[in-house]
């Protein structure tokens, strides 16, 4: 088998394609052909050892994939060989093969070809998991997505038009507003040109939004912030920027607001079930028209270190896959 291997800690340049011998799957696992692996701005940080885990080096990127059952291991019983499946990875996906617990691997919709299915979990169950289970959106609530065009920010314009909130779109650059627009954002602002906090004083009438979905930190948290609604929940998601903000504890104090942490990675571990749902009901959705999976660009697996430059860069609008 072929795969990327990251031997040290360090950026994309750093990463090889590299031949391993072909694994077993153990008691509970199943072993994949890859057809598509998801690339996701946290694995430009894993590879850095900047990440909330650090894997034991050497080690392959990549934590969702869609491809085929080749075997099952001793207890394995919800899929069997022939299989075209999701698997969600701590490691291991961009590979042309990879190892996955069976809990963790669930029938791919035949709707989705390979690529919009590797687009699908970390993204998609992200948002659903902050906007659904952490900040109980509500329709008819006004919901403000930053980093609108990225991965997990679009399918957070999606998930909150599809429940039947407002939708404002921040993004950095006008060529990413018509996406948005394109996916569910009823209003769209240019965060880069436009003065945050005026705009969104101006589209909700001094209120402020109700729920704000922030998968990049960095300068733009604390503006946001101070434009939230009374009783408004903020989400922390991620910090894309590269820096984390700290922000003055008197503001969620002054607007009754709350300050809550996204983890979905965890949460799809700690409650499977729960999370087994929440991508049911997307599936739905998809199914019904009500949501669509962008996959922007597709790489190689020798093509991964561009691929990861690509979205440190900013240069990626919805998702972006490698195909092995």
């Given at each position: 088998m072929k795969a990327v291997r990251c031997n040290a800690w360090g950026r994309a340049e750093s990463l090889s394609v590299e031949s391993l011998p072909l694994p077993s799957p153990a008691a509970g696992e199943v072993l994949l052909r890859?057809?598509?692996?998801?690339?996701?701005?946290?694995?430009t940080l894993i590879i850095q050892g900047k990440y909330q885990f650090r894997p034991e080096l050497p080690f392959t990127p990549g934590s969702e994939v869609a491809g085929e059952v080749l075997a099952v291991g001793e207890g394995v019983s919800r899929v069997a060989v022939g299989d075209r499946v999701i698997a969600f990875l701590t490691t291991g996906g961009y590979a042309t093969h990879a190892v996955a617990i069976a809990s963790q691997v669930m029938p791919m919709p035949p709707e989705l070809d390979y690529e919009e299915a590797a687009a699908f979990t970390l993204?998609?169950?992200t948002s659903y998991h902050a906007l659904v289970d952490r900040a109980k959106l509500q329709a008819g609530e006004t919901l403000l997505v930053?980093?609108?065009?990225?991965?997990?920010?679009?399918?957070?314009v999606q998930i909150g038009h599809a429940l039947g909130a407002r939708v404002i779109a921040a993004v950095g650059s006008d060529?990413?507003?018509p996406i948005c627009k394109g996916n569910g954002a009823d209003e769209v602002i240019n965060y880069a040109t436009e003065d945050l906090r005026a705009r969104l004083k101006e589209l909700t009438?001094?209120?402020?939004?109700?729920?704000i979905y922030d998968p990049v930190g960095g300068s733009f948290a604390e503006p946001a912030f101070r434009s939230?609604?009374?009783?408004?929940?903020?989400?922390?998601v991620g910090f894309a920027a590269g820096d984390i903000p700290a922000l003055p504890l008197n503001l969620p104090l002054?607007?009754?607001?709350?300050?809550?942490?996204?983890?979905?990675?965890e949460f799809a571990r700690r409650d499977p079930r729960g999370n087994a749902r929440n991508l049911g009901t997307m599936i739905g959705w998809i199914k019904d028209g009500k949501m669509k999976l962008l996959v922007s660009k597709t790489y190689p697996l020798e093509g991964?270190?561009?691929a990861l430059r690509d979205l440190e860069e900013r240069k990626v609008t919805g998702k972006v896959v490698i195909v092995p």
């Open positions: 890859v057809h598509a692996a998801g690339v996701n701005f946290p694995d993204a998609s169950g930053l980093g609108a065009a990225g991965g997990v920010g679009l399918a957070a060529e990413k507003l009438g001094g209120k402020g939004p109700d729920v939230i609604g009374w009783g408004g929940r903020y989400l922390v002054l607007k009754g607001a709350s300050i809550v942490g996204v983890f979905w990675g991964a270190a561009q």
